[in-house]
């Protein structure tokens, strides 16, 4: 299945919208970096693992590729599935926290103002070598929008915030969600949940 239809310009905004999301609601953490934070994660870590969806942008924007491996976004999901569900994940997240030193807020706010920016000399159509593969950068964003409004909803939740994304955001990772769980034959469920018929079963997810 093909990028959602949205231009590369909405792409790029969808990801500042979600990148300063981000930066706001760490800056609200205070001194709870150790509250639980989502599964075996504290904030510090879930904080250091949504860090990275910053941080890959820059990594994989100094490593081009040369092919498509992977032709839309829906494929890097696909690809890394079984990656993602890895106990290296979750040990990734406590390293990428530690990392964020003794002020986590103010080198989050520091890694966004430098990759955001980044993308301003970008057209989409760059390269870019990714843990599954060579894809387009343009199919490569909407995961990293997805990960910031997905990860940023679950800080909020542990810091008992409102999860309120910003609305370009929010709506590119819901287009992605949906295209998913198509992908994925769960469209039925989301639907009759989204409507009110019916609650999604325990373990529900398009990942």
């Known amino acids: 299945m093909s990028q959602p239809p949205s231009t590369w310009d909405e792409s790029r905004h969808a990801f500042e919208e979600a990148a300063a999301w981000f930066v706001t609601t760490t800056a609200s953490v205070g001194d709870r970096w150790d509250r639980p934070g989502l599964g075996e994660w504290d904030v510090r870590s879930l904080v250091g693992h949504t860090s990275r969806a910053l941080l890959t942008v820059e990594t994989y924007l100094s490593r081009p590729a040369d092919t498509v491996q992977l032709a839309s976004t829906a494929d890097y999901y696909a690809a890394t599935r079984t990656v993602a569900g890895g106990t290296d994940v979750a040990a990734r997240g406590r390293e990428a926290g530690a990392a964020l030193g003794p002020d986590p807020s103010a080198a989050v706010s520091a890694v966004a103002a430098r990759v955001v920016p980044l993308l301003a000399a970008c057209s ?84």
């Open 124 to 207: 989409g159509a760059e390269l870019v070598t990714t843990i599954a593969g060579g894809m387009r950068l343009a199919d490569y964003l909407p995961t990293r929008t997805f990960e910031l409004v997905v990860h940023t909803a679950d800080l909020a939740r542990a810091l008992d915030l409102p999860a309120d994304p910003p609305s370009t955001a929010a709506s590119h990772a819901l287009a992605l969600a949906s295209r998913l769980a198509v992908d994925r034959g769960l469209a039925g469920p989301l639907l009759l949940a989204a409507t009110g018929r019916d609650g999604l079963p325990a373990g529900f997810s398009v990942l």
